[in-house]
């Protein structure tokens, strides 16, 4: 009977579950040449809560909070799909709602569109080489590919422009303090010009050591300008080098079988639970059925 009931109940639901496919392409992190550590603000535009004094990149576990920040779940929401048996092309939220069949207890949920996109991606990472692994699911194979590749463009786009926004910012920064360095150093070589002019041919020890500091700060400053004039001229040769910290390993390929509803794991839950219940009941009477 635990058999039966285990074989009907698992049919019931697997046929009721539409088999979906799945599609992956691995990434693996660059070396990491960020120039500045990220600001708040700029994390939580992106949907990205973390602290972290180094650069957020670098950390794999990151990627995996971009791809279902709302942010890049309503971006995905709105890419453009081409449906096989039609030839028509929907975006991802019409796809959802639309297009996709769903099973008889999912029918009545009330879970947003990002919710429902986040169900469609997903991403793990590991740790020992480092390699992160994108998987989108479809209804239709081809559906599974376009979504893992427009998964992975979105993503190297998003950082790309956040690494060169983050570099013109810092280009912008030292610029300021260059320009401040160089008003510094123009002062001093100003003091030291007006003081030897004022003392010209009568320097005594006193002014001659108050000389011999004011060409020390002049010097002082001079080096700060120069350190800074060629931090900021390799800051500006890095801008044009910013771009996606990430390399593409593995390219996502169609999928040929289904990787759901799964049969085999359903049965064994439903026998389970089967023959779980028919022992309760067997215990049950055993003790209370042969009393009068």
Not at 26 to 50: F, R, T
Not at 68 to 81: I, N
Not at 145 to 164: C, H, M, N, P, V
Request: aromatic fraction near 8%; charge should be neutral; glycine fraction near 2%.
């Amino acid at each position: 009977m635990a058999a039966v009931v285990a074989v009907a109940g698992s049919s019931i639901v697997s046929l009721s579950i539409p088999p979906t496919y799945s599609s992956r392409t691995s990434i693996i992190l660059e070396a990491d040449d960020a120039l500045y550590s990220p600001l708040a603000e700029q994390l939580s535009q992106m949907g990205v809560d973390i602290e972290t004094d180094a650069d957020f990149i670098s950390d794999p576990f990151v990627y995996d909070k971009i791809l279902h920040s709302p942010s890049f779940l309503a971006a995905m929401s709105k890419v453009r799909l081409t449906i096989p048996s039609t030839r028509q092309t929907v975006s991802l939220a019409q796809y959802i709602t639309q297009t996709e069949r769903k099973a008889w207890w999912q029918r009545s949920g009330s879970s947003t569109i990002e919710e429902q996109v986040a169900r469609h991606i997903k991403c793990s990472t590991d740790l020992a080489t480092g390699m992160i692994t994108i998987e989108a699911t479809a209804q239709h194979a081809p559906l599974a590919k376009q979504l893992a590749d427009e998964a992975t463009r979105q993503l190297q786009q998003l950082i790309s422009s956040y690494r060169r926004q983050r570099a013109l910012r810092e280009v912008s920064l030292q610029q300021e303090q260059l320009l401040s360095a160089t008003t510094r150093y123009k002062e001093a070589q100003q003091r030291l010009a007006a003081f030897r002019d004022s003392h010209y041919g009568t320097l005594t020890p006193a002014a001659q050591a108050q000389e011999e500091a004011l060409e020390r700060e002049a010097q002082r400053l001079f080096n700060e300008y120069n350190d800074m004039s060629l931090r900021t001229q390799r800051t500006r040769q890095m801008v044009g080098r910013q771009s996606a910290a990430f390399t593409p390993v593995e390219e996502s390929i169609v999928p040929v079988s289904a990787s759901s509803p799964h049969w085999i794991a359903n049965l064994l839950v439903w026998l389970f639970y089967s023959l779980l219940l028919m022992s309760w009941y067997l215990l049950y009477k055993e003790k209370y059925g042969r009393k009068k």
